[in-house]
């Protein structure tokens, strides 16, 4: 077995994850390295889950029975777990929502119902980069289409970086928000961070950071980040779908207007008027996705009980590893970053001229499970001029073998197709 400096116990860790033992095409040991899509569930959050909806299931916040009152206090603590994990001045910054998309468009409607000195219009400009989910694209699409604003965006480089020659001329005056992804979902790239924030600090844009594939992986301060919004999503790191986060600034809470209306959200409601309550309730109408917040907040203790400076150094290893290995892959071209500093562990690649679907499902028959496609990242695949890729993508329970059986998998796709 390889053996890499830094790698976490996996043996002992893939015990927590009951899917990881699964036989897939009645005999093959699945190989799952499609993290980057959704990562899988221990059964500490699998418990948690079914603990809930045993015991405690009730509406939050509005019943005086024990059940309401203990579904509350669940629901509540999670909001706690959130804020220290991501290192939050106020558990009152943090908004729950369904999933990154959800707290990006959010933040999008926010801008474009507000009032100055925070309001998008025909006279703004809105930054975004080459490099985004389509989750931090189409909404501020849509927002610049409602407002007349202009979209702009920073390019991206032939070795799959963010082009940040031409900062001061795509983040001027007009700016009124940049943003942007920390980590690529499709590139691997971990972007810098401190140039763009100061630079949009320098003419008093918000700042708004995708952190879908960064929360999962390596320890996440928004305090540090310096940015005004913080959106993350539950599903890729071992917390159950349907959960997503918005961190945002406190006073930029205050003052933003809601976006969805509803129960809960509300101080005084008459048929006139309406006032709204103080946030993070502010901004989450109707029933909330309790269940999935109690389930995120046991994926967060089981996430803290290893460590996510050992988790990030487990991937980093990981991933110099893989690199080294699918670059002796004949035919193979990975698209972004060729060294395993200053990215992710998610990676991108062609194999020939072999189509990446083709390419995804030989591996599947074999039992190894990757993304193939546009990955929500299509201008990506634009830039490169490529149709689209195959992505292996790993967490902390992935090992070397997994590796060593991707690799295998792909001589395998090579032969099978000449």
Not at 59 to 77: D, I, K, P, S
Request: include cysteine; glycine fraction near 8%; proline fraction near 5%.
């Amino acid at each position: 077995m390889t053996q890499l400096p830094g790698l976490l116990d996996t043996e002992a860790i893939r015990k927590d994850f009951p899917v990881l033992d699964r036989l897939v095409h009645d005999d093959r040991k699945l190989v799952y390295l499609d993290n980057a899509a959704t990562s899988q569930k221990p059964r500490q959050v699998l418990d948690a889950l079914s603990e809930y909806y045993e015991r405690y299931n009730a509406n939050v916040h509005r019943g005086v029975h024990v059940l309401a009152e203990e579904a509350t206090a669940l629901y509540e603590g999670a909001r706690d777990k959130v804020a220290e994990f991501i290192n939050a001045p106020s558990r009152d910054e943090v908004i729950f929502t369904k999933n990154a998309s959800e707290s990006l468009n959010l933040v999008a409607n926010m801008l474009g119902w507000a009032d100055e000195p925070y309001r998008v219009d025909h006279e703004t400009e809105i930054v975004i980069t080459e490099m985004e989910h389509h989750s931090n694209i189409v909404p501020w699409q849509l927002l610049a289409q409602r407002t007349g604003a202009k979209l702009k965006w920073f390019g991206l480089t032939d070795d799959g970086r963010l082009d940040l020659s031409n900062i001061d001329e795509i983040i001027t005056e007009k700016t009124k928000i940049v943003s942007f992804v920390l980590v690529s979902n499709i590139l691997g790239t971990v972007n810098p961070v401190e140039a763009i924030v100061r630079r949009a600090q320098e003419v008093g844009a918000l700042v708004c950071v995708d952190a879908s594939q960064a929360a999962p992986h390596m320890p996440l301060d928004v305090q540090a980040l310096q940015a005004d919004f913080v959106a993350f999503t539950g599903h890729k790191m071992c917390g159950p779908t349907g959960i997503g986060v918005l961190w945002g600034r406190q006073e930029l809470l205050e003052d933003l207007p809601p976006f969805l209306g509803g129960g809960e959200m509300i101080e005084t409601v008459s048929m006139h008027s309406s006032t709204y309550a103080p946030a993070p309730h502010k901004f989450e109408a109707g029933t909330p996705p309790i269940a999935q917040a109690v389930g995120l907040g046991a994926a967060i203790d089981y996430l803290q009980s290893i460590g996510m400076e050992k988790i990030l150094a487990h991937e980093h290893a990981l991933t110099e590893y893989a690199v080294q290995r699918l670059q002796k892959v004949p035919d193979l071209r990975i698209i972004g970053p060729t060294t395993a500093e200053d990215r992710g562990a998610a990676i991108s690649f062609t194999l020939g001229d072999i189509h990446p679907h083709d390419v995804g499902q030989v591996l599947d028959e074999q039992g190894i499970a990757v993304r193939v496609g546009h990955h929500c990242a299509r201008p990506v695949c634009l830039r490169y001029g490529i149709p689209a890729t195959t992505r292996a993508s790993f967490y902390l329970y992935s090992t070397p073998a997994e590796i060593d059986a991707l690799v295998e998998g792909l001589e395998h796709v090579r032969n099978f197709f000449g």
